[in-house]
């Protein structure tokens, strides 16, 4: 048997109501245990296998996380055939990404693709007919082109990476005509049309590659921090937008001091809202922790609500806070519209494009809506799209995507620089190989195999 | 019976390109070895084409002669023309093709036969493999002789029950007008060995005196100095030309109109033939919008007359083809001398070998060549090279030489012909090759020499030179990175001279070589480095290194990525069928081929990554991890 313990979450992060968390190996009720009280005050240790428990994860500070029910299999009656525990948690996200944090804190490992499967067989619990349909293993060639993805995938993804490898193979079979039968009367492709047909090609990808970013913010989540100077607003906008008092709002610069969380669903697309400390040179210990976290979070976050104050001056921080955000996507919040502006904004534009910017009070609650527009807009596009299956697959179909598409912008390069045609074919055979990978299939014979159909050669 | 003279450590059946490789390299291992042929007088004959190397084979023949093969040392000395193909492309597919004075071939490659120590040469058919428990012991031939051997090579290229087609006639015979083996296929057939029949033919030769070669295009060789063996100087070769053209619409309409003639089309011929070498017929049938097809006129001699067709292969009645011939611009009076014809011959599974090429049923029973339906003298001879090899290492007890595809050509052979599901005869083609960039015929003999060296057929000398080149390159190497050329003008101005950009920061002289407009003897020349090395070579070495650094590390990079599969193997005995989890089409492809490592298994057509990923964990666990 393995000797540590492994976790994951096993089921799809997003909008499902109950999200489970599976541990399995020797310590993984001891792990469990760590975090967990049950109300009835047992320990998760005296219960027998297959039993239930219901109660509260608390994180470091002793602060509950998440209502939880916990389900104990020990060994050899389990799935893995070690003790495996699972969480089920009901909390969003956020929750459930800091319950699977405290687990692996607390001594667990996080369990590679298909480790569990791989457990499973090893311990002799299931054949490899069942292993065949989970199996993600180790190398790296298997690793991207498991059938599972091909099932995963047996939608409009598979239908149309088939059909971009067509035109890729299309093209290959054409440069490879060009150099193997060099002496035939062939037609040798020329250099402007490999590039009209490469970058076709490389468009097709990248459209891939948007639709499962999409895909990725369906399952994950969005993140969207507020930033700011101090005292700003940031707290009080966070909670109308929220629609919660989550956040302490007070008149004292520097009063949230740690990043404030809440998760809310813009058409079904977990928004995961952060509430940050506002930033400013500090000799307070504390709050200069806090604002080191807030620069964390700017990194962290895919989209950034920077708040200035309508009712002051813009100053060098502001200036900076804006330039900060420039790598992200981002919106300027004039806050406190309420008050008389002290703010030039003529200046402001030159930091920031006009139609970014929106001017709300929040103590007013106006323009509260245009703000949540402009989230939407940067979210989820103007057009909103459906929650389609097809678009949703794993980050490692995406990294091989990603890694094809990489090859095909060689390819291009090398195509520009009028190099050889054996090594822009070489890109090329590169990214159909990985493209194959994802969707299972072997690339063996295709290439000489479409010449001689395409091509009259031979001697 | 047992008389001693019959007693050999190697036997070699079949004295073609294969065999007389394999034959060599067994006697040069000072193992005594018999070459039985059928006809003493048709030693390394060249039945079609008379030309050695082209594209993706002369990459096989620049590995063969690094590890110490004969066949590019022959060319050289019979050649009449020599020509790089893919001359405008990378170094890795530019590629030698030489024109062989065809008489000149067979009669030097008997002198070096006939000369060599250890060597017996001998007329005989071979009609028996003998066997005794599963091991082979020798071989019968007709007339009721045996000889007995450790190892017996089997190289009989199309002579197993060949039959000769032109038109509606048949003939049997191994080639025009030879004899051929009519019982050695029931002998393997019942030791437990798969045959089947593919298909070949050959264009017709026509008299050089009745070619208007005004109507043609001159195709002469190259006038450089260059060599087509690593260990021979490069010099300026005989050029003699070949010339170039075109079928056309009235040829097109003779074949159509009279397609129902055409062995292919009439039925008498049914098996694969390949693809690589379609029959006239055959390209006007499948390409109808075609309206010409090219044929180049090649001499098959220094002294004849006689010119190969290429181009015009066909196995129509003769009177036809004198037909198509003449519809031929530049052949409109050309007369035929000898005509074109199909051949059909047994050839064995070559799944059923290892890559080894030892027979995986009979032990020291070896296969090489057409016999392991492959085409081509160049794809036969690393064949009878590497079979040669291995029954030699194998009786003086030393371990096996398996090339890789990630090292050679030859180990892209080998594992190509063993692992995938063949329907045609192999030819060799650099796309086949996914480490082509490596894979050089410029740095074979860097890549290959030392396992020639060790085995014994590369002596100190060539392989001082080898490793002299090594160091060279190492040298040259590290001067460029060091020498740093700065931004000043005058330094620029050379640049600018060598048309190329000018430099703003100090720049070593290997950045500089990245650019393609530089050249590496430009490069030292004009910026005064004065750089002596001993072998010339070094500094192709060097700039293709360079220049395609980034690819190469590529390969490199991918060869890693792989390299895990290739290590872990696969027991001869692993039962596929006790599997649960593979599909009924991978359980029977791996139980056929029974691949020797998950590599070679990955490499199995309908067998999928989900499949291997299953084999993948089940090795894991039963290695107890
Ligand atoms: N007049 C006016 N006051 C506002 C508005 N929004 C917030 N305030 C007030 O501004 C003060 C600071 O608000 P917070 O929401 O705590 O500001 P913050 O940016 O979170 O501040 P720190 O957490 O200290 O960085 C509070 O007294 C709020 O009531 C507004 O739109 N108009
Ligand atoms: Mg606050």
Redesign the pocket.
Known sequence: MEEDTITALATKAGESAVNIIKISGNNSIEIAQKIFKSKSQRKLQELKTYSMIYGNIYDENGDIIDEVIISIMKTPHSYTREDVVEINCHGGIAAVNKILDLVIKSGARLAEPGEFTKRAFMNGRIDLTQVEAIADIIYAKTETSLKIAANNLKGILSQEIKSIRKDLLDLIIDVEASIDFTEEDIEIITYDEMLKRVKFISSKLKELIKNEEKGEIVKNGIKVAII?K???????LLNLIIKKDKAI????????RDAVEEILYLNGIPVIMT?T??IRESKNMIEKIGVNKSMGEIERSDILII?IDNSRKITNEDIEILNKSKEKKHILCI??I??KSKIDKMEIKKYIDEKLIVEV????NTGIDKLEEKIKDLTIGKDRFEIEEKIIINKRQKITIQKAKESIDNAINAIKNKLSQEFPALDLRNAYNLLGEIIGENTNEDILNGIFSKFCVGK | MNNSKNVFDVIVVGAGHAGCEAALVCSRLNLKTLLLTINIDKIALMPCNPSIGGVGKSQLVAELDALGGQMAKTAEKTLIQLKILNKSKGPAVQSLRAQIDKKAYEIEMKYVLENTPNLILRQGNVCNILVENQIVKGVEIEGGIYFYSNAVIVTTGTFLRGRIIIGDKEYKAGRMGEYLSLNLTKSLNNLGIKTDRYQTATPPRIDKRTIDFSKTIEQPGEFEPLNFSFWNEKTIHKNISSYLTYTNKKTHEIIAKNIDKSPIRSGIISTHGPRHCPSIDRKVINFPEKTRHPVFIEPEGEYTNEMYLQGLTTSMPIEFQQLIVNSVEGLENARIIRPGYAVEYDYIFPSQLNLTLESKIIENLFFAGQINGTSGYEEAAVQGFIAGVNASLKLLKKPELILTREESYTGVLIDDLITKELYEPYRMYTSRAEYRLLLRSDNADLRLSKYGYEIGLINKKQYDKVLNKEKEIQILNEFLKQKVIFPASKNNEILKNMNSAVIEVPTNLYQILKRPEIRILDLLNNFGFDFTIKDNDVYNQVEINTKYEGYILKQLEEIKKYSNLEKITIPQTFDYFKINGLTFEAKEKLNSIKPNTLGQASRIAGVSPADISILLIYLKSKSGR
């Open positions: 700011g101090p005292n700003v607003g940031k707290s009080s709002v007070t008149p004292i610069p520097g009063t949230t509430d400390a506002g708040v806050n406190k309420d008050k009070s929040a103590l007013k």
